[in-house]
Structure formats: structure tokens, C-alpha cells
């Protein structure tokens, strides 16, 4: 779980880092909470099951926010944003 968690927090970086540069706010906006998700969820893996869900419940609500902000932008592709906004619905 650790090795996939420190992946998409680099990947999500990058990405941030690349649709800033391409002038493209929204996008770099949706994966900053998308990064402080993803580092809650690391947080609490080392809590154990039952102190971890708390973290997890914020990490999941961060991430539905950064599927909002980086939907809410015509840069991703219309089905990836289809099937992203019934994803931070559920």
C-alpha cells in the first residue's frame, strides 16, 4: 500500500506541476487535494484498522474534491469526467 501511495503522490505532483506550466489552473488545482488525500490515507495505514477511520474518510472526501476540480475543467477528455462525477457522488 506504502509503494502505490508515495507512486500517485509523485504522479500527482507531476501533474500538477505539468498543467500549471500549460496555464491550466483548474486541472493543477484538483491535484493538490488529490496529494493531501492520498497522504491521509498513508497516515493512517500505520494507525491500524480501526484508528485509521477517521484519516481515511478525510482522504477519501479530498480525493472526491480533486475529481470535482479536475472534472470541472474541458482539458480532460468528456468520458473521464462522466465517469468521474458519479465517483465523488457515491
Do not use: K
Request: include cysteine.
Amino acid at each position: 500500500m506504502e509503494i502505490d501511495g508515495v507512486a500517485a503522490r509523485s504522479g500527482g505532483r507531476a501533474a500538477d506541476h505539468e498543467y500549471q506550466g500549460l496555464g491550466n489552473d483548474c486541472v493543477a488545482a484538483g491535484f493538490l487535494p488529490f496529494l493531501a488525500g492520498e497522504s491521509l490515507l498513508m497516515a493512517g495505514n500505520a494507525a491500524g484498522l480501526e484508528a485509521s477511520v477517521p484519516s481515511y474518510v478525510g482522504g477519501i472526501s479530498l480525493w472526491a474534491a480533486a475529481l470535482v476540480l479536475i472534472g470541472a475543467s474541458s482539458t480532460v477528455a468528456l468520458w473521464m469526467r462522466l465517469t468521474g462525477a458519479p465517483s465523488c457522488l457515491s
